[in-house]
């Protein structure tokens, strides 16, 4: 049965029961926050132990890379496939197999002896994590309906994804510094397996009454687009944006996309149905999203920079610095329902940038001297809210209005968005930090490069802002809809 359409406005009468959870429910979405949260950790666990790694395994410096590129060259790259592969085969059936993968995955990750064995590790994690992320979102999307009790569990989704991001690092720190780089990977093996027995009995699947044809033209140019794409944007972090390698490859990754539409257009069965694809909140929704994954991540990654080579700050220290972020973000997915629920979509969005904005360009007084950590603290601390208010708000759009059926294609579109947005962040402000640090490597060259990225990444978030609140549809507008 398919859930609300927005042409239905919801009742100030509504009865109770559709503002509060069943025992069932919440042990639903205690099993899938749980699942989201291992693979958010999986996206940082291995970024403060990566040098390590290298020496361990006979990584060259100029191959380190590819341990997290490998990792994100999957996840993004088949995201959206297995979105609609969901929606075809049944999501709790691919949920409960992309866990099963990941904890093997894991496994044979820590227990790699050699650089092959380990990337082979890593591209599994890849594609599990494609698997399972939208098929998770989609189950989350479907055991609520749109309303409040969607929007409170998407809210909390976003906190605890993004809390996963901090809390990674940290973790990485701790068990590098105190057991061995190793258990980054075998930590995942318990969970995969506590998930893994308990998914079938807790999860109720849901899936279209009719299986249409998997759209296989479709499959291979979006995948295909999206590989080359992210590949081009990783290799414009480390060769430049101007190598050929990164502009052949994000060409070429264009291209597809290009052919992608015009592909779905002519389909009978398309992967990514076209009015989907001109629905004014999945375009703008995916928009703002994008921008919110792309500006904070990346704020993590100049951060780190200005921690490690301004402050000299340990690897360890850096992770912890970045706990207050993590809180921030908790809260911020806590409130970001209720945000929704009150003041609707567009204006939680705005909110959000307007605040992650301004936490952002106050980063533009950091110094040298070692106090100027309080001013970081407290700015990454107001951002990380302003920040999960634009993410929540985003899920909820780009989620909203559609059947059931349909739910796994936009979890899909979301985390591809999401994984893209992640992955093309640290390159772009990468670069724009490079290029205004030139042959400098000392601390003052570090920090005028990072300040002019800052500066950048606030005014980007401020675009986000102006986007949404001119194209994104008021409440009561889009209930109409």
């Known amino acids: 049965m398919s859930a609300p359409t927005q042409t239905q406005p919801r009742s100030t009468a509504e009865p109770r029961r559709h503002t509060s959870m069943t025992g069932r429910q919440k042990l639903v979405l205690t099993l899938l926050l749980g699942a989201q949260f291992m693979i958010a950790v999986d996206f940082s666990i291995l970024n403060v132990a990566l040098p390590v790694v290298g020496?361990?395994?006979?990584?060259?410096?100029?191959?380190?890379?590819?341990?997290?590129?490998?990792?994100?060259?999957?996840?993004?790259?088949?995201?959206?496939?297995?979105?609609?592969?969901?929606?075809?085969?049944?999501?709790?059936?691919?949920?409960?197999?992309?866990?099963?993968?990941?904890?093997?995955?894991?496994?044979?990750?820590?227990?790699?002896?050699?650089?092959?064995v380990l990337l082979t590790a890593r591209v599994l994690q890849g594609l599990a994590t494609a698997a399972v992320t939208p098929a998770g979102l989609a189950l989350l999307t479907t055991a609520f309906r749109e309303g409040p009790l969607r929007e409170r569990a998407l809210g909390l989704n976003g906190a605890l994804m993004s809390a996963g991001f901090t809390a990674g690092a940290i973790l990485g720190g701790l068990l590098t510094d105190l057991l061995s780089w190793r258990w980054a990977f075998f930590i995942n093996v318990p969970v995969a397996a506590l998930v893994v027995a308990l998914a079938p009995s807790l999860i109720t699947d849901s899936r279209p009454a009719v299986r249409p044809k998997l759209d296989l033209p479709g499959a291979a140019t979006v995948t295909g687009g999206l590989l080359l794409l992210v590949y081009g944007l990783t290799q414009a972090g480390e060769t430049g944006w101007t190598a050929p390698t990164t502009l052949t490859a994000l060409l070429a990754g264009i291209a597809l996309l290009i052919a992608f539409w015009y592909v779905e257009k002519r389909a009978t069965a398309p992967l990514v149905p076209v009015r989907v694809l001109k629905r004014r909140s999945v375009i703008w929704g995916n928009t703002t999203g994008l921008i919110a994954f792309v500006t904070e991540t990346s704020l993590v990654f100049l951060l780190t920079l200005y921690l490690q080579k301004v402050l000299h700050y340990s690897p360890l220290a850096t992770g912890l610095a970045f706990g207050v972020l993590g809180a921030g973000t908790v809260i911020g997915g806590t409130l970001g329902g209720r945000a929704v629920g009150r003041f609707g979509n567009?204006?939680?969005?705005?909110?959000?940038?307007?605040?992650?904005?301004?936490?952002?360009?106050?980063?533009?007084?950091?110094?040298?001297?070692?106090?100027?950590?309080?001013?970081?603290?407290?700015?990454?601390?107001?951002?990380?809210?302003?920040?999960?208010?634009?993410?929540?708000?985003?899920?909820?759009?780009?989620?909203?209005?559609?059947?059931?059926?349909?739910?796994?294609?936009?979890?899909?579109?979301?985390?591809?968005?999401?994984?893209?947005?992640?992955?093309?962040?640290?390159?772009?402000?990468?670069?724009?930090?490079?290029?205004?640090?030139?042959?400098?490597?000392?601390?003052?060259?570090?920090?005028?490069?990072?300040?002019?990225?800052?500066?950048?990444?606030?005014?980007?978030?401020?675009?986000?802002?102006?986007?949404?609140?001119?194209?994104?549809?008021?409440?009561?507008?889009?209930?109409?809809?």
């Open 346 to 481: 567009r204006r939680t969005i705005v909110t959000g940038a307007l605040v992650q904005a301004a936490a952002t360009a106050s980063l533009l007084a950091l110094g040298t001297s070692g106090a100027w950590i309080w001013l970081l603290l407290a700015a990454t601390f107001i951002g990380g809210i302003g920040n999960m208010l634009m993410i929540v708000g985003f899920m909820v759009t780009a989620t909203s209005g559609l059947p059931d059926e349909e739910q796994g294609l936009a979890t899909g579109l979301a985390t591809m968005t999401q994984q893209v947005g992640i992955t093309l962040g640290i390159p772009v402000m990468s670069a724009v930090a490079t290029a205004r640090m030139g042959t400098g490597t000392g601390p003052d060259a570090v920090l005028s490069g990072v300040t002019v990225a800052i500066l950048v990444n606030s005014v980007l978030v401020l675009a986000g802002a102006l986007l949404a609140a001119l194209f994104l549809a008021p409440r009561r507008e889009s209930r109409q809809r």
């Open 55 to 116: 020496e361990g395994l006979g990584f060259s410096l100029s191959h380190l890379q590819w341990i997290a590129t490998s990792f994100a060259l999957a996840a993004a790259g088949f995201t959206l496939l297995f979105g609609r592969v969901a929606d075809l085969v049944g999501r709790k059936r691919l949920f409960i197999g992309g866990m099963a993968v990941l904890g093997l995955s894991s496994a044979l990750g820590g227990l790699a002896t050699t650089p092959e």
